[in-house]
């Protein structure tokens, strides 16, 4: 199973030799395995690769997420299909009730809103505050119609950052490791989901018709904390949002946590997880472990 995401930051030209992903830096290659690879982020606009590498990467099920200038994610290339009964999954997705799918939204928010308590336990040590986060995850009535999700967001953010902060606020620095953290989250999780046949528009509770990650938003709910938890202890003294905020931001991925009673790689619990909720869809099994933050374990790491 690929375990590696890479990060590039440099002007490099990038190409494939022998199912290795090489890299040339300065005048310096480094090669990097494709197995190994399960995601590229290129951050880099001058940066060189040639229609041979994209082939190989969508064969191999490998994702590409390019950054523009602003280094801010806004393009993913993936493998169009590669999944050989891609239509018998969305037949089951397209199959499930209504009900079975608000069951499932309350179960995604209740741990959602779990996660957030014990990120928020984490970063502060405030035991109340922690408490009155936490409330919010029992009082969920099937697909969260009374959205205690948001409310619990509310409180999370405001215990946080203060009752002045807003998500939607551009000028507000952790905003911007939130945003870039979430994007680079989201690739990765629409990469997997395309993996295991899943039609990422067919969404849990996101229905938007011009969205085409509606199931990933979904997904990702209980997965956010841990983009919260290093975008925070990594920015809360900062002024700007630099190249080491990102690196950072993108090596969660890489970055382990204790899931189904193993450690395992960040992205390896990522394929594990959705291909739990495939296998939920396909009535191949009878629930899904969700992530538990606790488990998680921030690391240094370095990219290219």
Request: hydrophobic fraction near 40%.
């Given at each position: 199973?690929?375990?590696?995401?890479?990060?590039?930051?440099?002007?490099?030209?990038?190409?494939?030799?022998?199912?290795?992903?090489?890299?040339?830096?300065?005048?310096?290659?480094?090669?990097?395995?494709?197995?190994?690879?399960?995601?590229?982020?290129?951050?880099?606009?001058?940066?060189?690769?040639?229609?041979?590498?994209?082939?190989?990467?969508?064969?191999?099920?490998?994702?590409?997420?390019?950054?523009?200038?602003?280094?801010?994610?806004?393009?993913?290339?993936?493998?169009?299909?590669?999944?050989?009964?891609?239509?018998?999954?969305?037949?089951?997705?397209?199959?499930?009730?209504?009900?079975?799918?608000?069951?499932?939204?309350?179960?995604?928010?209740?741990?959602?809103?779990?996660?957030?308590?014990?990120?928020?336990?984490?970063?502060?040590?405030?035991?109340?505050?922690?408490?009155?986060?936490?409330?919010?995850?029992?009082?969920?009535?099937?697909?969260?119609?009374?959205?205690?999700?948001?409310?619990?967001?509310?409180?999370?953010?405001?215990?946080?950052?203060?009752?002045?902060?807003?998500?939607?606020?551009?000028?507000?620095?952790?905003?911007?490791?939130?945003?870039?953290?979430?994007?680079?989250?989201?690739?990765?999780?629409?990469?997997?989901?395309?993996?295991?046949?899943?039609?990422?528009?067919?969404?849990?509770?996101?229905?938007?018709?011009?969205?085409?990650?509606?199931?990933?938003?979904?997904?990702?709910?209980?997965?956010?904390?841990?983009?919260?938890?290093?975008?925070?202890?990594?920015?809360?003294?900062?002024?700007?949002?630099?190249?080491?905020?990102?690196?950072?931001?993108?090596?969660?991925?890489?970055?382990?946590?204790?899931?189904?009673?193993?450690?395992?790689?960040?992205?390896?619990?990522?394929e594990n997880y959705v291909e739990q909720f495939a296998s939920l869809i396909?009535?191949?099994?009878?629930?899904?472990?969700?992530?538990?933050?606790?488990?998680?374990?921030?690391?240094?790491?370095?990219?290219?």
């Open positions: 199973m690929a375990f590696r995401v890479v990060l590039i930051e440099n002007e490099v030209t990038i190409k494939v030799k022998l199912n290795n992903l090489i890299v040339t830096k300065e005048g310096e290659d480094i090669w990097i395995p494709l197995d190994d690879i399960s995601m590229i982020v290129l951050d880099n606009l001058s940066s060189m690769f040639s229609a041979r590498l994209l082939c190989q990467l969508s064969e191999q099920g490998i994702g590409l997420m390019i950054c523009n200038q602003k280094h801010l994610p806004t393009g993913y290339y993936s493998s169009y299909d590669n999944h050989s009964r891609a239509s018998k999954v969305i037949g089951y997705q397209i199959e499930k009730s209504k009900e079975y799918y608000e069951q499932l939204w309350k179960d995604i928010v209740t741990v959602k809103i779990q996660n957030q308590s014990k990120a928020y336990l984490r970063l502060t040590s405030d035991q109340e505050g922690t408490r009155a986060i936490k409330e919010f995850s029992s009082e969920i009535i099937n697909g969260d119609q009374s959205n205690r999700e948001a409310h619990a967001a509310k409180v999370y953010f405001n215990l946080l950052m203060g009752t002045s902060f807003s998500r939607g606020n551009e000028d507000i620095l952790l905003n911007s490791g939130l945003d870039y953290g979430y994007a680079v989250l989201r690739r990765y999780i629409a990469r997997v989901c395309v993996g295991y046949g899943l039609n990422t528009q067919i969404g849990i509770h996101h229905k938007n018709e011009y969205n085409r990650f509606n199931l990933v938003d979904d997904l990702m709910e209980p997965l956010r904390p841990m983009i919260d938890i290093v975008a925070y202890e990594s920015m809360k003294n900062e002024e700007y949002f630099t190249a080491e905020h990102r690196r950072q931001l993108v090596n969660i991925l890489n970055m382990k946590i204790l899931y189904r009673n193993k450690k395992m790689f960040v992205c390896n619990m990522i396909m009535e191949r099994c009878e629930n899904i472990v969700f992530p538990d933050i606790d488990g998680f374990i921030v690391e240094e790491l370095d990219g290219l």
